[in-house]
């Protein structure tokens, strides 16, 4: 099994750009995909980047994800934050028999 | 559009087995290109895959809960269920249940599970 290591927290100013990693233990980040999910509190989770760098309908392009392979991690990048972003970000990944979220990041705009 | 709703009950004593349905409308479970899962979130926590599930019976569990979890489906109520058994304090979350391509989306409103005697 692998883990997906994420920081704990991050903050920053709205209107400024913020990059929220995810770190792959073992195996490739290439190998499968990785998302994104934003949590606000008392709500389920919505998804806002899918296969690497993919956006749902709806999700502004703000948001964008990416991977690199030779820190194996992932990133979330949102950029023009607004205090609405504000809420906690999952990435989970895969696999052949796993599914993995990382432990999820706070997102504090202030 | 898809919608998932879990449902069961919300206290369930230590040692015995928490039992929750999610039903799926505006689709059908039986579609060929989807898993059904089950994820959780203790209060205040992260999210934890506990298992998936294909329409036609064939299942993963996440390793950790292997011996306990029990996930099944029935296509004829556009149902799939969770068991959990020999649950502690520490299986108290909010549990989810959600659709899945390698994506889990969308997801269902969650329902908690507290266990308490």
């Known amino acids: 099994n692998f883990m997906l290591t994420q920081p704990h927290s991050v903050s920053e100013s709205p209107g400024k750009t913020v990059t929220i990693s995810c770190t792959r233990s073992?195996?490739?980040?290439?190998?499968?995909?990785v998302q994104w999910y934003q949590q606000r509190p008392g709500s389920s989770p919505t998804t806002v980047i899918y296969?690497?760098?993919?956006?749902p309908s709806g999700v502004p392009d703000r948001f964008s994800g990416s991977i690199d392979s030779s820190s194996n991690s992932a990133s979330l990048t949102i950029s023009g934050l607004k205090t609405e972003d504000e809420a906690d970000y999952y990435c989970q990944s895969y696999d052949s028999s796993n599914q993995v979220f990382g432990g999820g990041t706070k997102l504090t705009v202030l | 559009q898809l919608q998932l709703q879990e449902s069961g009950p919300g206290l369930v004593k230590p040692s015995e087995t928490l039992s929750l349905t999610c039903t799926v409308s505006?689709?059908?479970?039986?579609?060929?290109?989807?898993?059904w899962g089950w994820i959780r979130q203790p209060p205040g926590k992260g999210l934890e895959w506990i298992g998936s599930?294909?329409?036609?019976?064939?299942?993963y569990y996440n390793p950790s809960l292997k011996s306990r979890v029990t996930i099944s489906v029935d296509t004829s109520k556009n149902q799939f269920s969770l068991k959990l058994s020999s649950v502690t304090a520490a299986d108290t979350a909010v549990y989810y249940c959600?659709?899945?391509?390698?994506?889990?989306?969308?997801w269902g409103q969650g329902t908690l599970v507290t266990v308490s005697s």
């Open positions: 073992s195996g490739s980040i290439a190998s499968n995909y």
């Open positions: 505006g689709g059908s479970i039986s579609s060929s290109s989807y898993y």
């Open positions: 296969e690497d760098n993919q956006r």
């Open positions: 959600a659709r899945s391509t390698g994506v889990f989306d969308p």
């Open positions: 599930i294909y329409y036609s019976g064939s299942t």
